[in-house]
């Protein structure tokens, strides 16, 4: 199995609204990743998880709370987001933290209204 | 900081054309180059991985090269086809401790048309 899954493919979520991102990967990498990416632009690293601590977090505003609750598990829980926060959500998993090749799941499409 | 240009930002080709992608960072320093690609509203696809001390690596139709001193990297597609149409990014990874942020460049949207 070489696949990381996310859920849900899309997201639309009023600014109210608390709902969660899920991630699955079961290579038995132990880093996870989640990156943000708008339209035209490259992903922008948001946090990263080593051995499911937080080992980077890309001062990512508090409305985006990550969870590790296992290896092959990572949630991303949103709240109070704003309109601009809408973008495609990625994420990805590697063997390890340092230097090892980054395999990218197929994105949640969020939207804020 | 380190930078990544790919130039050029678009290109459009007729099915059967062999071409080249480009990419190019500023500090040479980097442990790996990662060549993905991206097809609209999808998640990235790893095509290839280039550590530091080689020269190139190849998959099927595409060849990809390194040369770190001049801090450049090509990607080669061999008779390009329709369903190559796609953004190719490249992103490096730093040579330091803290080796899991890559830096990206913008990508070069691809079209091969039939």
């Known amino acids: 199995d070489t696949e990381v899954t996310q859920t849900p493919k899309h997201l639309v979520m009023g600014m109210t609204n608390k709902k969660s991102l899920k991630c699955e990967q079961h290579m038995g990498h132990r880093a996870m990743y989640w990156y943000k990416q708008k339209a035209k632009k490259p992903p922008e690293l948001m946090f990263v998880?080593?051995?499911?601590?937080?080992?980077i977090n890309e001062s990512v505003p508090s409305r985006f709370s990550p969870e590790c609750p296992n290896s092959s598990l990572l949630n991303l829980h949103l709240h109070a987001l704003q309109p601009e926060d809408s973008a495609l959500y990625l994420c990805?998993?590697?063997?390890?933290?340092?230097?090892?090749?980054?395999?990218f799941g197929p994105g949640t499409r969020l939207t804020v209204t | 900081k380190q930078e990544v240009t790919q130039i050029p930002a678009a290109l459009s080709v007729p099915e059967g054309e062999n071409l080249v992608l480009n990419c190019s960072f500023t500090d040479s320093a980097i442990y790996n180059l990662q060549w993905f690609r991206q097809d609209p509203g999808k998640g990235l696809t790893s095509l290839l991985l280039i550590q530091s001390s080689q020269r190139e690596q190849t998959s099927g139709r595409l060849n990809a090269s390194l040369d770190k001193s001049s801090g450049r990297s090509t990607l080669y597609i061999a008779a390009s086809q329709p369903g190559d149409s796609a953004t190719y990014l490249c992103a490096v990874r730093p040579g330091e401790t803290s080796g899991s942020r890559l830096t990206f460049g913008e990508g070069t949207q691809l079209t091969v048309n039939p």
């Open positions: 990805a998993s590697s063997f390890r933290e340092i230097r090892h090749e980054q395999y």
């Open positions: 998880y080593s051995y499911e601590k937080l080992s």
